[in-house]
T-cell receptor, first 113, second 118 residues
């Protein structure tokens, strides 16, 4: 089955620690995205990537970093510089054309203790 | 810049009734796409339906239809014959459709929480 996987489902972090969230897709999509969702809110774009070894900042990139070494993978690192990292993180992918419909993974819920 | 407005924070509907979720948008792009996503309590965003700004007909996908009124900049989602499993958050979103291929930023509204009562 084609789809997007994210791991872990739940993640707990102590203040001052960096953590990395995994996102893998087997849809053969060129474009991948990371969003953050706070309770009762819509999604906000953190980073996106159009192609391997290329990525751009979204609307709320401060305190986050990404890499895109493989087409299938787009990991997100939440650094200690992110002041309020507790949130739900969603990864998505799309073809780089046409309708640009984005398909989402199941999400990772990050809690800072 | 694009903006999506969903004015209904919550809606309560009886099972089997039809429901309309409102969405208005603002953009200066001549070509754009409009999406609706469903987010159940599990958290995953599920794509429901797409409408292109130049599409002549309103989009339909099973029980879902999109009431697209371009002049009013509205893209309301209509769910016919609602079911208990339709209870979820619903998000309207839009994307510019520009000539340059590549990743495009999807802009989301704040969402509407729909509750279907038995």
């Amino acid at each position: 089955d084609g789809g997007i996987t994210q791991s872990p489902k739940y993640l707990f972090r102590k203040e001052g620690q960096n953590v990395t969230l995994s996102c893998e897709q087997n849809l053969n999509h060129d474009a991948m995205y990371w969003y953050r969702q706070d309770p009762g809110q819509g999604l906000r774009l953190i980073y996106y990537s159009q192609i391997v070894n290329d990525f751009q900042k979204g609307d709320i990139a401060e305190g986050y970093s990404v890499s895109r070494e493989k087409k299938e993978s787009f990991p997100l690192t939440v650094t200690s510089a992110q002041k309020n990292p507790t949130a739900f993180y969603l990864c998505a992918s799309s073809v780089a054309g046409g309708r640009y419909t984005q398909y989402f993974g199941p999400g990772t819920r990050l809690t800072v203790l | 810049a694009q903006k999506i407005t969903q004015t209904q924070p919550g809606m309560f509907v009886q099972e089997k009734e039809a429901v309309t979720l409102d969405c208005t948008y603002d953009t200066s792009d001549p070509s754009y796409g409009l999406f609706w996503y469903k987010q159940p309590s599990s958290g995953e965003m599920i794509f429901l339906i797409y409408q292109g700004s130049y599409d002549q007909q309103n989009a339909t996908e099973g029980r879902y239809s999109l009431n697209f009124q371009k002049a009013r900049k509205s893209a309301n989602l209509v769910i016919s014959a609602s079911q208990l499993g339709d209870s979820a958050m619903y998000f309207c979103a839009m994307i510019p459709r520009r000539r340059i291929q590549g990743a495009q930023k999807l802009v989301f509204g704040q969402g509407t929480r729909l509750t279907i009562n038995p």
